[in-house]
């Protein structure tokens, strides 16, 4: 096995994938990895709570909040706490990764 080149499907920047590493995954039967060490070290952290904090407006009440995803990036719905519980029971549950508010 050869040394492999793959684009990092978030910030689509090339990375190596050594023939090692393709030999662990393969013997784990682990998919190829789709996001480069840097973003892949940067979604560790999030999942060990250690997000950045942004502040913004609840789009419905118009309440100032603190959530852990950038607005700007955000495509939901920004909502409050109460203003998200309400607009989940009003609609089908799609959101499977509702945006926390910090409190
Ligand atoms: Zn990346
Ligand atoms: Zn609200």
Do not use: H
């Not at 013997?27 to 979604?43: A, F, H, S, V, W």
């Not at 502040?55 to 118009?62: I, L």
């Not at 203003?83 to 799609?94: A, G, M, R």
């Amino acid at each position: 096995m050869a040394n492999m080149t793959l684009t990092c499907k978030v910030c689509n920047r090339q990375f190596l994938v050594i023939d090692q590493e393709q030999a662990f995954l393969k013997e784990k039967n682990l998919p190829l990895p789709t996001n480069c060490p840097g973003c892949r070290q940067e979604r560790r952290l999030k999942l060990r709570g250690e997000r950045a904090l942004y502040r913004t407006t609840c789009q419905k009440c118009r309440k100032e909040i603190i959530v852990a995803y950038d607005p700007k990036v955000v495509k939901n719905m920004i909502l409050c706490r109460q203003d998200y519980e309400q607009y989940y029971l009003e609609n089908d549950p799609i959101i499977v990764d509702p945006l926390p508010e910090v409190s």
